[in-house]
């Protein structure tokens, strides 16, 4: 697992995570929480949804808890699923600190409700710098029961870039587009263009205003930009699918690709490209090397391949190239060649006075004459580069 970018990413937005199987034991935490508990010791809240959390791993919809209360303060509670590079499933509980003025927001309201309508508060209330510093951090709006809008905040004029009488009367739905709606009809997520065209995400607390008979006569909206955690999910599925050194696509991509290419009946050619003594260079020169050679030859083959070709860093010193399309065989040939004139013509310049030679060997597949998965194709071509670098070296020494 990825641990340390986690870590960093969750601290950057100010989220917390727990990562748990599905036996529910705790695997790692940037809480404090002892591994190998059960995960429901501390959150209580998923005591029931066992089923649901299990069926992430099916139908992949995140599961949402929003104001979960913790030593006093709100949090909004998503639970996901991923795989690891072994392709085994875990289950991740991130938690956002609600905002204060969310809160405060939602108790003023409260407290007006319990004594009369909205509108019907004081001139002087309206006025205090509490009320405007709540109304400059979010955006709120009220909508009748059938969703068109009878009031908008300052907050919600300056996201939009708009005059108040643009909004009056219509339907919320022409500015907020509602993406997820919760089982108990109180939250949602929605999207919303600003003023400068950019996807903006929002979570919505719905609040309902009633008259002094308790009756139901609209429906206040309050929302909080959660565009960041939509953003460090992305980064996270980034990381879990690319290399942390090169970019590159990882070993876990590499499998699901071929697999997929199999299942489509596709016909396709892997070339892996392994460095010969590498563990060498790494000990003479120090792991900073290696990690330089890694990211030169990242540049040399990117530049050299068809932008139709995929090239993966598999693991270590190996990498992979996956001609999707079927190519001539005259064609593979050259490229084979012109791989071996690479490392020939490009060393690495390690620094004023180290000028790094490097080789690597290669070995190309087919599919489905030499494999028929990709396990398989891993399996084989270990076996079969190993043989050439003994068959090369022998030759050499000959």
């Given at each position: ?113 319990k004594k009369t309508l909205i509108y019907d508060l004081s001139d002087e209330k309206k006025e205090s710098a509490y009320y405007k510093e709540i109304n400059k951090h979010l955006i709120s709006f009220h909508v009748d029961l059938d969703g068109f809008i009878t009031m908008v905040n300052d907050a919600c004029l300056h996201f939009f870039n708009k005059e108040r009488t643009e909004f009056l009367e ?229």
């Open positions: 697992m990825r641990t340390n970018l986690l870590k960093i990413l969750c601290k950057k937005s100010a989220i917390s995570y727990i990562i748990f199987d599905s036996g529910f034991q705790v695997i790692e935490s940037n809480i404090e929480i002892q591994t190998e508990s059960d995960v429901r010791d501390y959150l209580w809240e998923i005591i029931g949804l066992e089923e649901p959390i299990l069926a992430l791993q099916k139908h992949n919809t995140p599961i949402e808890i929003p104001m979960i209360q913790r030593e006093r303060k709100y949090y909004d509670l998503e639970i996901d699923t991923f795989k690891d590079e072994n392709k085994q499933s875990y289950f991740i509980a991130y938690m956002q600190k609600k905002s204060q003025y969310t809160n405060e927001y939602a108790n003023v309201l409260k407290e007006i409700n219509k339907h919320f739905s022409e500015f907020f587009q509602v993406q997820k709606r919760q089982k108990d009809t109180t939250s949602t997520i929605f999207l919303a263009k600003n003023s400068l065209g950019d996807d903006i995400f929002f979570h919505a607390d719905i609040l309902p205003l009633k008259d002094k008979d308790g009756q139901i006569i609209e429906n206040i909206i309050i929302t909080q930009d959660i565009t960041y955690l939509k953003k460090i999910k992305k980064e996270l599925e980034y990381a879990q699918e690319h290399d942390a050194l090169t970019g590159l696509p990882n070993r876990h991509t590499f499998l699901k690709k071929i697999d997929l290419l199999i299942k489509e009946k596709k016909n396709f050619s892997l070339c892996f490209i392994d460095i010969d003594n590498f563990r060498t260079l790494n000990e003479e020169y120090g792991s900073h090397a290696g990690d330089m050679l890694l990211k030169h030859l990242t540049t040399l083959f990117l530049e050299f391949l068809d932008p139709q070709d995929s090239l993966i860093r598999i693991q270590g010193d190996l990498f992979g190239i996956i001609f999707e399309i079927a190519k001539e065989k005259s064609y593979i040939q050259s490229l084979l060649k012109g791989l071996e004139d690479l490392a020939e013509k490009n060393p690495l310049y390690y620094n004023s006075e180290d000028i790094i030679q490097f080789h690597y060997t290669t070995l190309l597949l087919h599919y489905p004459q030499d494999a028929k998965s990709a396990k398989e194709f891993l399996s084989t071509a270990s076996k079969l580069l190993k043989k050439k670098k003994i068959d090369l070296k022998s030759k050499a020494l000959s």
